[in-house]
């Protein structure tokens, strides 16, 4: 280990960045390096800095991929948010089909409800799901679970798609995603077809049972009525 020689102090009128430099030796030498470096060759001292690489582009470029993905789930009427296993044996036996019946979730998450509806009740299930992130998960859970080709996830936006043929529908979204749905409901959905929604209700529609899960929160039960009061 060499001796240390007395670095030069900062001089007035440098860098504000640079205070606190003084203190130590170390500190101070590190600090006229970089200070030199910086007068010679701006850039490629503010890139060494900063140190780029390709990790620290891949974290860059990670953490704006899920900003953005962030934001725009912010935009939806319903963000993700599971269901407990035990609420979806409810959800589906208050919709009490016949076995090869056609279920939909609209909103299917990470298709948890798809794969419970082929095991527990040998339905066939389609899951519409927006985000594509999930759309992968629910993929991969039916694939893998064997659920595949009797339960099936569409992606894309379950407002614009056709859900004619649906002997049942699950929801779990929110308010303002009930209220839509509703007059989609009616114009899509054979009469007398049952629709279950865990914790909203359907706005202006009459449940025909209410039931509660295991934490306490409703599970409505509706069925299509295609009346005058419902149809205008
Ligand atoms: C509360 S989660 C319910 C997930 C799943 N049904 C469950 O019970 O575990 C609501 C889901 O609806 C999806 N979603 C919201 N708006 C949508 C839209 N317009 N079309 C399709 N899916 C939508 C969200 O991405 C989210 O995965």
């Known amino acids: 280990m060499g001796e240390w020689t007395k670095p030069p102090v900062l001089k007035t009128g440098e860098p504000s960045w640079l205070r606190g430099f003084e203190s130590h030796p170390l500190r101070q030498q590190l600090a006229t390096i970089l200070l030199t470096d910086l007068e010679q060759n701006p850039l ?17 470029v990670g953490v704006i991929f899920f900003l953005v993905w962030l934001s725009w789930n912010l935009t939806l009427d319903a963000w993700w948010q599971p269901t407990g296993q035990r609420t979806i044996i409810t959800m589906l036996e208050l919709l009490d089909l016949e076995p090869g019946d056609l279920v939909y979730d609209l909103g299917c998450g990470d298709g948890r409800t798809l794969t419970a509806a082929v095991s527990d009740f040998d339905l066939r299930a389609v899951g519409i799901e927006i985000d594509p992130l ?23 936006d379950m ?33 007398g077809t049952r629709i279950v929604s865990y914790y909203h209700e ?9 039931e509660s899960n295991d934490q306490g929160h409703p599970v409505y039960l509706y069925e299509v009525e295609k009346n005058e009061q419902y149809s205008q």
């Open 134 to 156: 999930r759309v992968v998960f629910s993929w991969l859970r039916v694939i893998l679970s064997g659920a595949y080709p009797r339960a099936r996830v569409s992606p894309g």
């Open 44 to 60: 490629s001292s503010f890139l060494e800095v900063i140190t780029i690489s390709p990790l620290s582009i891949g974290l860059a």
């Open 159 to 191: 407002y614009k798609k056709d859900i004619s043929g649906a002997n049942g529908v699950l929801i779990f979204l929110s308010g303002d995603a009930n209220e839509k749905l509703a007059q989609k409901f009616l114009q899509e959905l054979d009469q």
């Open 202 to 210: 359907l706005p202006g529609w009459k449940p025909l049972k209410k």
